[in-house]
């Protein structure tokens, strides 16, 4: 098995910036898609942002031009750099991986176990 752990979540004045680091517990035969999700209190889990490849990156249209989502691939470490935060993007932040613990195995999801984003002034 392998967990996600997500860090760089916290409270942050409206306008303001954090970023989010998601990292495996372990090392890994290959990780393949990867992304964010939130879930404020009272809603649905939405997608944030999300690659399903190196080289492709998604966004919910709420946070396009503000979030960015990369990756470290050597380190198998997942970002979301935020900035101009506002209120409407207070929840919690969970990442998600598509992982191939080993070379016999197949592709399996996992779920990082979320950190809090609050803003507020």
């Known amino acids: 098995q392998v967990q996600l752990v997500e860090s760089g979540g916290g409270l942050v004045q409206p306008g303001g910036s954090l970023r989010l680091s998601c990292a495996a517990s372990r090392s890994v035969f290959n990780i393949n898609a990867m992304g964010w999700y939130r879930q404020a209190p009272g809603k649905q889990r939405e997608l944030v942002a999300f690659?399903?490849?190196?080289?492709?990156?998604n966004y919910a249209d709420s946070v396009k031009g503000r979030f960015t989502i990369s990756r470290d691939n050597a380190k198998n470490i997942l970002y979301l750099q935020m900035n101009s935060l506002s209120p409407e993007d207070t929840a919690i932040y969970s990442c998600?991986?598509?992982?191939?613990?080993?070379?016999?195995?197949?592709?399996?999801?996992?779920w990082g176990q979320g950190t809090q984003v609050t803003v507020s002034s």
């Open positions: 690659m399903p490849s190196l080289h492709t990156k």
């Open positions: 998600y991986a598509q992982v191939r613990l080993h070379h016999y195995s197949n592709y399996a999801d996992y």
